[in-house]
């Protein structure tokens, strides 16, 4: 079964620009969830999908906004985007259970000039 | 305020012996807790996990334990090897399905 896949790996962007970034489920998996990773913070949650709804939300401005499809892929998108939301940004998917693992995808580099 | 804690940002072990990796939580409402292993330029991949309503599990080398009294879980890998050399995440999740991770310790097993 083909794991969590993320596109594009590495991005650049400068200032005040936008980006999307999008993210596949394990097939049948129906919840997607963002993370954003620095240095300083470490990993934190941005928001989790579940059937099309955002069903949680971390502390994120709402710069940092995502959606869901029917076939469950995500996408996350960064409004006017400043140096500091340079980060590993990662997806995670699971069945979508309380108990159940989430699996996460390699990542998607951002970084901000 | 940070509710997972890895106290410990590195550990260095030789290889063969035990490398114990420490967690502590504040939350009392969380109720699953998992352990991640990161690569550089890779994202985590799932370890081990544990049910609040458990005291240990167990999966290969790899052991955690759960202290639900001290908010405490390790995880045990025995024996270390070189390959094990990685940051691990603690994470926990409680009703609302997204997991808090701690900042990672970085594992150095020395051949």
């Known amino acids: 079964k083909a794991g969590v896949t993320q596109t594009p790996r590495y991005l650049i962007k400068t200032r005040g620009q936008q980006v999307t970034l999008s993210c596949s489920p394990i097939s049948g998996h129906r919840s997607v969830s963002w993370y954003q990773q620095t240095p300083g913070q470490g990993l934190q949650f941005l928001f989790e999908?579940?059937?099309?709804?955002?069903?949680n939300k971390g502390n994120f401005p709402g710069r940092f906004s995502g959606r869901q499809f029917s076939n469950s892929r995500s996408e996350m998108n960064v409004s006017t985007l400043e140096l500091g939301d340079s980060a590993l940004y990662l997806c995670?998917?699971?069945?979508?259970?309380?108990?159940?693992?989430?699996?996460f995808g390699p990542g998607t580099r951002l970084t901000v000039l | 305020d940070q509710q997972v804690k890895q106290n410990s940002p590195s550990l260095s072990v030789q290889e063969g012996r035990i490398s114990i990796l420490n967690c502590d939580y504040t939350n009392s409402m969380f109720d699953y807790f998992l352990w991640y292993k990161k690569y550089p330029a890779e994202g985590p991949t799932f370890l081990i996990s544990?049910?609040?309503?458990?005291d240990k599990n167990e999966d290969g080398r790899f052991t955690v334990f759960l202290n639900k009294s001290a908010k405490h879980l390790s995880l045990h890998i025995v024996p270390s090897q070189p390959g094990d050399s990685a940051v691990y995440f603690c994470a926990a999740k409680g009703s609302n399905y997204k997991l808090t991770f701690g900042k990672g310790t970085l594992l150095t097993v020395n051949p």
């Open positions: 995670a998917s699971s069945r979508g259970s309380i108990g159940d693992t989430q699996y």
């Open positions: 544990i049910s609040s309503i458990k």
């Open positions: 999908y579940f059937s099309e709804t955002q069903r």
